[in-house]
């Protein structure tokens, strides 16, 4: 037997440059990306998992790098990347690290949202110039102090999947607003500087409604803010995602992260928004296949050097698992290079279809990666078993869970606008 492999080599592109005709800046963006996954995130990934804890020193070095402001436009001091390019990165990122990628998702999304996307919806010149002076206010805190936002959605009901107004509400008083309610699976909970919620404005008594839906940032330090409940779940363990508990909460009118009306705008004509949870696990199908071939060929750091790749059963499974890794990455490359406003009926069946592909087939990559591999590639000193953990969270995640893809892409493929039976 060989000695024990400890040298890293760098790891190719998930997407090649050339083969796929990258921009310059997702070239730059990516290749970043890679190495700093490769160098600070990977040998970190364990500590969080075991410990479900946050990767605090994770956003200490993503702000020095300049990676919470990726997606805040160039002109206001970013990095200035789009939603495909935003996309790469992060799945670059999530080969390393699925809670950090999961986390800096929820963050990057209060800049790609409130930023590049709002470029393509309708506001009147006043709204619009009023948008872009409040969200430097929230764009100056994330460069400048590095501030974390995170994106507290879910509520438990019908809510998050798009199906009712949200049971959060934000009352105007002078100044700003009254919030009141409760959000679960707030990842970066007790973490992040600022939370993202989603909220509907009360009016009165009347009934709420999506119309008003509210996008705020409201400080995690603001008095009536708590986190409660435990969090010791089986995968994405580093997220931290407990209960936020909002009782009378003031914010003032610069929290709002949107105009009102516009998210929920944003959500009816720029549905590709939703698939901002995928590149995590995009770059968990690549991380868990890429150990496997590294595993067989006996060159994965930390096992002995046994070459296993001589057996055809192996070689078949390495085979199943590079032909769904093939057919994940073209789909998804196809679905983020069409996101945009107004999107066709046929592209956005293609985001839904993309969307349960990747994560449903990252957990399959990674399951088929510990059945080839075998038993000692399972040990927790490994990352395969994490990988596998965390690829699992992915189709649970609302709005655009696996189960409502099937549903959306079944009902639309049969019945057009208006048609009832
Ligand atoms: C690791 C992790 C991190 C998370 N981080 C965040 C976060 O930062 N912010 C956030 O907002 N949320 C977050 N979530 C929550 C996530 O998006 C979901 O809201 C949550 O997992 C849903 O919980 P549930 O399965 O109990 O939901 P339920 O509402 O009980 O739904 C169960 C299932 O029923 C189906 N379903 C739900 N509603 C409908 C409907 N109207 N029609 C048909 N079928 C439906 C869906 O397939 C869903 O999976 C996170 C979840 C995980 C696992």
Redesign the pocket.
């Known amino acids: 037997m060989d000695a024990l492999p400890t040298a890293t080599t760098a790891d190719a592109p998930i997407f090649d440059p050339v083969a796929f005709r990258l921009t310059p800046q997702e070239v730059a963006l990516t290749a970043k990306a890679r190495e700093f996954g490769q160098r600070v995130l990977a040998p970190r990934a364990a500590r969080w998992d075991r410990e479900a804890s946050f990767p605090t020193d994770n956003y200490r070095d993503m702000h020095a790098e300049g990676l919470l402001g990726v997606c805040i436009p160039a002109e206001e001091g970013g990095v200035g990347a789009g939603f495909r390019a935003y996309c790469l990165t992060a799945a670059e990122i999530g080969r390393y690290c699925g809670a950090t990628a999961?986390?800096w998702n929820?963050h990057v999304c209060s800049t790609l949202w409130t930023g590049a996307l709002t470029e393509d919806l309708e506001m009147d010149e006043a709204t619009r110039a009023e948008h872009r002076r409040r969200r430097r206010v929230h764009y100056d805190r994330i460069l400048r102090d590095g501030a974390v936002y995170?994106?507290?959605?879910?509520e438990?009901?019908?809510a998050?999947?798009g199906?009712a107004a949200f049971g959060t509400t934000a009352r105007r008083v002078e100044g700003g607003f009254l919030v009141n309610g409760q959000?679960?699976?707030?990842?970066?909970a007790g973490h992040a500087d600022y939370y993202g919620i989603l909220c509907t404005e009360q009016h009165g008594e009347e009934k709420l409604s999506r119309r008003d839906t509210l996008y705020l940032g409201v400080p995690a330090t603001a008095p009536g803010v708590t986190v409660e409940g435990e969090w010791d779940?089986l995968?994405?363990r580093g997220?931290v995602?407990r209960n936020l508990v909002f009782r009378d909460v003031f914010v003032p009118e610069d929290a709002a992260l949107m105009p009102p009306g516009l998210y929920f705008q944003a959500a009816s004509r720029w549905p590709h928004m939703f698939m901002t949870l995928t590149p995590t696990y995009m770059g968990l199908a690549q991380a868990a296949h890429d150990f496997c071939v590294r595993y067989l060929r006996g060159e994965q750091p930390g096992t002995p050097s046994v070459k296993r790749r001589m057996y055809p059963t192996k070689q078949i499974a390495v085979a199943q698992m590079r032909v769904m890794l093939e057919q994940t990455k073209a789909l998804w490359f196809q679905a983020i290079t069409e996101a945009g406003p107004d999107p066709t009926k046929e592209q956005v069946l293609r985001a839904l279809a993309a969307q349960h592909t990747v994560m449903e087939n990252a957990n399959a990559i990674a399951t088929l990666a510990i059945r080839t591999c075998g038993g000692q590639a399972m040990l927790k000193s490994l990352p395969l078993e994490r990988i596998y953990r965390d690829s699992r969270?992915g189709?649970?995640?609302?709005?655009w869970?696996?189960?409502?893809c099937l549903?959306r892409i079944g009902r639309d493929a049969l019945y057009e606008k208006g048609e009832t039976d």
Not at 150 to 154: A, K
Not at 183 to 188: D, E, H, N, W
Not at 395 to 399: D, E, G, H, K, T
Not at 401 to 404: G, M
């Open positions: 999961l986390t929820m995170s994106q507290p959605f879910s438990g009901g019908a998050a999947a199906a959000k679960i699976f707030a990842s970066l779940p995968g994405m997220t995602s969270c189709s649970l995640m609302l709005p869970t696996a189960e409502l549903d």
